[in-house]
């Protein structure tokens, strides 16, 4: 990566933080919106974070990418199970722990050298 391509991920990081750090403070003053409306969106952010990366034709990342799937995923199903009770309780935190580490391990054991 060039200087400008180094300048331009650095803005677009700058702004992907910013737009999470407002979207957890406004899930935690606004408490009538449904669980979940957080995750939904810190998921949205980072995956738009790689999409303007791609356009821009920067390195995307992929555990970003993974933990923006993994907080769409989770964030439209505590959504879905405010609207829709489920008949079962789902230990998501642990679970976002696992896949991360498993994420992270996989990166790691299939690097190439």
């Known amino acids: 990566m060039d200087e400008q391509q180094r300048t331009l ?3 677009y990081e700058t702004i992907a933080w910013g ?17 979940g409306t957080g995750t939904l969106l810190i998921g ?7 999409a303007a990366r791609f356009y821009n034709q920067l390195p ?7 933990l923006g799937v993994i907080a769409l995923i989770l964030g439209v199903f505590d959504i879905l199970r405010v609207t829709l009770p489920l008949p079962f309780e789902v230990p998501v935190f ?10 992270l391990l996989g ?3 299939f690097r190439r050298q």
């Open 60 to 66: 995307t990342s992929g555990f970003t990418i993974t």
């Open 107 to 109: 990166r790691e054991f």
């Open 9 to 11: 991920n650095k803005k």
């Open 44 to 50: 949205l952010i980072l995956l738009g974070l790689n």
């Open 94 to 103: 642990a679970i976002l722990l696992i896949v991360i580490g498993v994420v």
């Open 19 to 35: 737009a999470f750090f407002i979207v957890w403070g406004l899930t935690s003053l606004v408490k009538f919106l449904p669980d």
